[in-house]
T-cell receptor, first 114, second 111 residues
Framework: EAGVVQSPRYKIIEKKQPVAFWCNPI?????LYWYRQNLGQGPELLIR????????DSQLPKDRFSAERLKGVDSTLKIQPAELGDSAVYLC????????????FGQGTRLTVV | DAKTTQPPSMDCAEGRAANLPCNHS???????VYWYRQIHSQGPQYIIH???NNETNEMASLIITEDRKSSTLILPHATLRDTAVYYC????????????FGQGTRLTINP
């Protein structure tokens, strides 16, 4: 089966500009996650969806970050405006259902804010 | 979710068994031990998980001590492609949805 697909793979933007990341999870996976990974650190959860509902967004900086998962399939994560500290790898993951341990991750989008 | 402690780095010779330790002394009865790994420039990859019994799959074996305060991930015949950062995570089935990653162990397989 196809894995989790993310695009773009790399993105370089100037600070204060907007940016969006796109994620296509594995077909049939109801749970979708967005993580942020800073250099040398483990991934940190930003938001989790069960179908189209955001069930955990406690770590999402809501002043500049937003996310949506239309029709419970694809998802986009947006930053507006971007700051220098937002430079990181943004990872999308999906799992078949709530409570399953096995999450499948995409390759991520490496964002550089200059 | 319980905190885990792992050595920051380890080396292993190609073809030998790689044994990665993890301490989770505050683990509670309903928390599983999960292992993921992250190869350079890729997203994390699920390896294995267990509650109290030892587990084995095509990738690795997981040995959990009887008191469940520590565990060891075993890669029986390490190859160069096993070079990665390995994360040990202790979480309940509910908490697994958050999968709190620490800094992991950077395993280097040497030829």
């Amino acid at each position: 089966e196809a894995g989790v697909v993310q695009s773009p793979r790399y993105k370089i933007i100037e600070k204060k500009q907007p940016v969006a990341f796109w994620c296509n999870p594995i077909s049939g996976h109801n749970t979708l996650y967005w993580y942020r990974q800073n250099l040398g650190q483990g991934p940190e959860l930003l938001i989790r969806y069960e179908n189209e509902e955001a069930v955990d967004d406690s770590q999402l900086p809501k002043d500049r970050f937003s996310a949506e998962r239309l029709k419970g399939v694809d998802s986009t994560l947006k930053i507006q405006p971007a700051e220098l500290g937002d430079s990181a790898v943004y990872l999308c993951a999906s799992s078949r259902q709530q409570g399953r341990a096995e999450a499948f991750f995409g390759q991520g989008t490496r964002l550089t804010v200059v | 979710d319980a905190k885990t402690t792992q050595p920051p780095s380890m080396d292993c010779a190609e073809g030998r068994a790689a044994n990665l330790p993890c301490n989770h002394s505050t683990i509670s009865g309903n928390e599983y031990v999960y292992w993921y790994r992250q190869i350079h420039s890729q997203g994390p990859q699920y390896i294995i998980h267990g509650l109290k019994n030892n587990e084995t799959n095509e990738m690795a074996s997981l040995i959990i001590t009887e008191d469940r305060k520590s565990s060891t991930l075993i890669l029986p015949h390490a190859t160069l492609r096993d070079t990665a950062v390995y994360y040990c995570i202790a979480a309940s089935v509910q908490g697994a949805q958050k999968l709190v990653f620490g800094q992991g162990t950077r395993l280097t397989i040497n030829p």
